[in-house]
């Protein structure tokens, strides 16, 4: 089976941004469409960027001025943890006054690393909160660089935001990156500044120098969300049926597709190829492992709800960050893993899941996309699975049911709020 997987949301908005700041006009065919990257684009829109949609929103034009913003705004940024931290510092590479503001769920996460860096490098800063958070706001006259230390154990995006800020400075900038997570999102933004156009060079100890130089337009095609193939991936594993995502291969800007190596040594089949990505689930799943999932945290809630189907206890580590997300993500899945009647141990920054037979449950979906989607893989093997918000995955999956329904038509089938009636 051919799964249909929207675009990158990590690909979509940080190309969103390069393409406002870049000079002229670029084209993204197939951006993911969903509630965290069209925040991004009205968030860009309310900066002044146009933004133009064709052929039902397949391509996005956005022309970019070659700088930051100006004057005074007020930007929305919804629960898109990526609007919260990429733009303000594109803020600040421009000149006037922009206030920064979102969902009750968005301003609980920090931001405090990135209003430090920011103050550091010459723009008036306030955040909500002593330890940084919405609402932020960012007064500057452009930026000098220089050269900074950015703090980035509790998320990468403080850094992404900054890099891709830096070739809009009006001197380089060195980074000196400091306990850094999530770090192949730091590669992917490094690869699209360079696509842009951007003069970087990666140094020893975790030092990033960005020349200034701006960037030049592109067209670029968004690949679809590793992230959300998870799920998918995950699917074919514990039905024993095959999923191909094509467009998904070697050469992936994305570290989440190496959530496949996990299915592996869980037992699947798995074949990546230059253009797709096959999985095929063969038999029950070996458990018996620890695993640090601390650079793809994402896709830990994806092995955390099919674990219990395994043979034996698995343990997932390095993820202390996923407790900064859209919910506590480590304690939304013991939470809902010891309702369906299956047994947890967690700690600051791992969980492990013992094998078990989970019965029916109403998740707890803490307004999380992925808590969401992760359970309602479980429920193709589970009958009496429900989602108490089936609709959260509409944050980078709208179509998720429905994919998952064409998918797996005749699997016992639980989380589909028609059928379900739980909406
Ligand atoms: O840069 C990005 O696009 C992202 C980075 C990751 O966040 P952290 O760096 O906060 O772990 C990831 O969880 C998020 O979904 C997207
Ligand atoms: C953490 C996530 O989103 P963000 O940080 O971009 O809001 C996510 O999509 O799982």
Redesign the pocket.
Same mark, same amino acid.
């Given at each position: 089976m051919r799964a249909r997987i929207p675009g990158s %949301? =990590?690909i979509t908005?940080r190309a969103l941004l390069l393409a406002a700041a870049a000079v002229g006009t670029s084209r993204l065919r197939l951006p993911l469409v969903s509630a965290?990257t069209i925040a991004f684009r009205t968030a860009l829109t309310s900066l002044g960027v146009r933004i133009r949609t064709w052929e039902d929103d397949e391509v996005w034009e956005v022309t970019g001025a070659g700088r930051g913003p100006a004057g005074k705004a007020g930007v929305w940024c919804e629960? @898109?943890? &990526? @609007? @919260? +931290?990429f733009l303000p510092p594109f803020a600040a590479v421009g000149h006037g006054r922009f206030v920064f503001d979102g969902s009750a769920q968005?301003k609980a996460?920090p931001l405090g690393p990135l209003a430090d860096t920011l103050s550091a490098l010459g723009a008036t800063v306030t955040t909500g909160t002593a330890g940084g958070g919405l609402p932020m706001t960012v007064e500057s006259a452009g930026l000098d660089g220089g050269a900074v230390t950015v703090e980035s154990s509790l =998320?990468s995006?403080f850094l992404s935001g900054l890099l891709m800020a830096a070739p809009l400075m009006r001197r380089p900038l060195a980074l000196t990156v400091d306990s850094l997570v999530s770090r192949p999102y730091i590669a992917m933004t490094l690869a699209l500044m360079r696509r842009f156009g951007a003069d970087v060079t990666e140094r020893p100890a975790d030092v990033i120098e960005v020349r200034p130089g701006g960037y030049v337009a592109l067209d670029l095609t968004v690949e679809p969300d590793a =992230?959300t193939a998870s799920y998918v991936f995950a699917a074919a594993a514990v039905t024993g049926a095959t999923v191909t995502v094509p467009g998904l291969g070697h050469g992936s800007l994305q570290g989440d597709l190496r959530f496949v190596d996990v299915l592996r040594q869980l037992g699947a089949r798995v074949d990546v190829t230059d253009s797709a990505t096959r999985v095929t689930g063969e038999g029950p799943l070996r458990g018996g492992f620890r695993v640090d999932m601390g650079e793809i945290s994402?896709t830990f809630m994806t092995l955390a709800a099919i674990a219990p189907l395994a043979d034996a206890p698995i343990t997932i580590r390095g993820i202390a960050h996923a407790r900064l %997300?859209?919910s506590d993500r480590i304690a939304a899945v013991a939470q809902n893993l010891r309702a369906l009647g299956v047994d947890t141990d967690e700690g600051h920054d791992w969980i492990t899941v013992h094998p078990g037979a989970p019965t029916g449950a109403r998740i707890a979906c803490r307004r999380?996309? +992925?808590i969401g989607m992760a359970f309602s893989v479980l429920g193709l093997r589970v009958p009496g699975v429900t989602l108490d918000d089936p609709s959260c995955v509409g %944050? &980078?999956f709208p179509g998720f049911h429905e994919e998952l329904r064409r998918l797996f038509p005749s699997t016992s089938r639980p989380a589909s709020p028609q059928r379900q009636g739980s909406r």
């Open positions: %949301k =990590s908005n965290d629960d @898109a943890g &990526t @609007a @919260a +931290r968005l996460r =998320s995006q =992230s994402d %997300k859209e999380d996309h +992925r %944050k &980078t």
